[in-house]
């Protein structure tokens, strides 16, 4: 389901000119999470890394000290605090550690993976929408298609409660680019001047 074919895929629909290898410690992430990653996740770390396609956060697996938006092993909690309230996805048995975060963001909307046995690259997609009912979807295919999806709007519908990237390719913006413009008084996302820099100095 999931391999460098996804990324390659990805690479020719969204450009990674602001993205950054994360270098990420993998030995080190997966003993924090206690699990080994799908291949296009860790082949997104090191071709664009963690940060940002326009109001999509995709986090990076561990913390980091330049990282405003947190990261798999923070956010995961959340997901799963919504899977055990919420009942989860439709025919799937209980249990929190099912799922396992890997994206935030576009007007509150978490997304992850649904952990369906030891290998990560089989892993379906399971989003959590704050506005539709059921909250909960489920999509048969790896995280990079389906970025890849929303944004050539190849879904039979807008997988998200939010539209802004159905159907429309953002620009992804790692997290320490983000964190220079900004300091620099400039649009994290756009790069264009902040003409509210001053407020937050």
Known sequence: MADRADIDALLRVMPNDHGADERVDWAAAEARLGTSLPDDYRAFMAV????????????????????????????????????????????????ANQVLSWGTGCNANELGWLVTGLDPNLWPVVVWRRHESPPWALFECGMAEFIRRLM?????????????????????????????????????????????????G
Not at 55 to 64: G, H, K, Q
């Open 48 to 95: 664009y890394g963690g940060g940002a396609i326009d109001n999509l956060i995709i986090l990076p697996p561990l913390p980091t000290d330049n990282s405003w938006s947190g990261s798999i092993s923070e956010h995961t909690k959340q997901l799963r605090d919504l899977w055990d309230t919420e009942g989860g996805v439709p025919g799937v048995p209980p249990g």
């Open 152 to 200: 050539t709007a190849e879904f039979d519908e807008c997988p998200l409660s939010d539209l802004s990237l159905w159907g429309r390719v953002g620009s992804f913006v790692h997290h320490r680019e983000q964190q220079r413009r900004f300091h620099a008084g400039l649009d994290p996302m756009t790069g264009e001047p902040d003409p509210y820099a001053d407020m937050f």
